[in-house]
């Protein structure tokens, strides 16, 4: 199983801040996601990567931003949190055709 | 884009109970995929299934990939408590083949009445 950490777990801010969310893998997979999903809805990919250097929009338009300068690391980046940014944000990697989920972040924005 | 449609939206069973679910489509897939998702988790990889027909368990769940290759159904057989939590199925269409994306449905969330 892929092991992939997400920081931080929980994370409350105030409208106008930039944040940062972190997302590692040990496993050295060149493919990793970033889902958003609301609580108990589905999840809707925001971003992916196929690998360092390569980074591409979801399925699900977002205001967020990615970066993959090195194969372990993976963040994702809100320049001005808004209260519509609310939800669980969701990091995946790839082993096989398996996607393995971290543990989310959930962003509440005020 | 595609919609993976999964039913029921909720289940409320007692412990001991069988359980089933299933998704559909109507788009064809290459790849089903069965997720559980318990609160403030990420989501754990339950089975995954890659051939039609292909039917698969991991204990006492049991999932299989509908011949046609636009559905999938889960079971788990005599619920016990851990068991409560989100499921959701997730597939692969044939044009996400080298991006490996998924789509996910809207999940069942599985309840256990004591």
């Known amino acids: 199983e892929a092991d992939i950490y997400q920081t931080p777990r929980y994370l409350v801010i105030g409208t106008g801040k930039k944040i940062t969310l972190e997302c590692s893998q040990t496993m050295g997979h060149d493919k990793m996601y970033w889902y958003q999903q609301d609580p108990g809805m589905e999840l809707h990919l925001i971003h992916y990567s196929y690998g360092v250097n390569s980074t591409e929009k979801g399925d699900l338009s977002s205001e967020s931003t990615v970066s993959r300068i090195r194969t372990e690391h993976f963040p994702l980046t809100l320049e001005s949190a808004r209260p519509s940014h609310t939800s669980q944000y969701l990091c995946a990697t790839l082993r096989g055709s398996e996607q393995f989920f971290g543990p989310g972040t959930r962003l509440t924005v005020l | 884009g595609q919609q993976l449609n999964q039913s029921p939206q909720s289940m409320f069973i007692q412990e001991g109970e069988d359980v089933s679910m299933n998704c559909t489509s109507s788009s064809i897939f290459n790849t089903w995929l069965w997720y559980k998702q318990e609160p403030g988790e990420g989501p754990v990889l339950l089975i995954a299934l890659y051939k039609a027909g292909e039917l698969t368990s991991n204990g006492r769940l049991t999932a299989q990939f509908g011949i046609t290759r636009k559905d999938s159904f889960l079971n788990i057989s005599a619920s016990i408590p851990s068991d409560v939590g989100i499921y959701f199925c997730?597939?692969?269409?044939?044009?996400?083949?080298?991006?490996?994306?998924?789509?996910f449905g809207t999940g069942t969330r599985l309840t256990i009445i004591p």
């Open positions: 997730a597939g692969q269409l044939p044009s996400d083949f080298g991006n490996e994306k998924l789509t």
